[in-house]
């Protein structure tokens, strides 16, 4: 059974940071690729970074680049996002998902989701 659960949202002003946290169970971090994803209001849901099970590799939108870092600690079967320099445009519920082995920006590509966890950026 995969499981992930994501933490770590919270309000913050423009120009803040939070670190959002993926804890998943059920399965072996290693064979898995996470991506999160968020949502906004009244759009589809969008992909904002992946990272490879092995390798390394990561990604991002480019609405992120440069301000979201990706993470893994296999060991602790914890996948991070540290976002910096936020903004309003990055409000949203925030989602991360698992599927093997290839990132993917296509949330129906993922099987496995969390509930979401709420990233609101506002002064």
């Known amino acids: 059974q995969l499981r992930v659960v994501e933490s770590g949202g919270g309000l913050v002003q423009p120009g803040g940071s939070l670190r959002l946290s993926c804890a998943t169970s059920?399965?072996?971090?290693?064979?898995?690729?996470i991506g999160w994803f968020r949502q906004a209001p009244g759009k589809e849901r969008e992909g904002v970074s992946c990272i490879r099970s092995r390798g390394g590799s990561t990604y991002y939108a480019d609405s992120v680049k440069g301000r979201f870092t990706i993470s893994r600690d296999n060991a602790k079967n914890m996948v991070y996002l540290q976002m910096n320099s936020l903004k309003p445009e990055d409000t949203a519920v925030y989602y991360c998902a698992a599927r093997l082995w290839t990132c993917s920006d296509s949330a129906p590509a993922f099987g496995s989701w969390g509930q979401g966890t709420q990233v609101t950026v506002s002064s």
């Open positions: 059920g399965f072996t971090l290693d064979s898995y690729v």
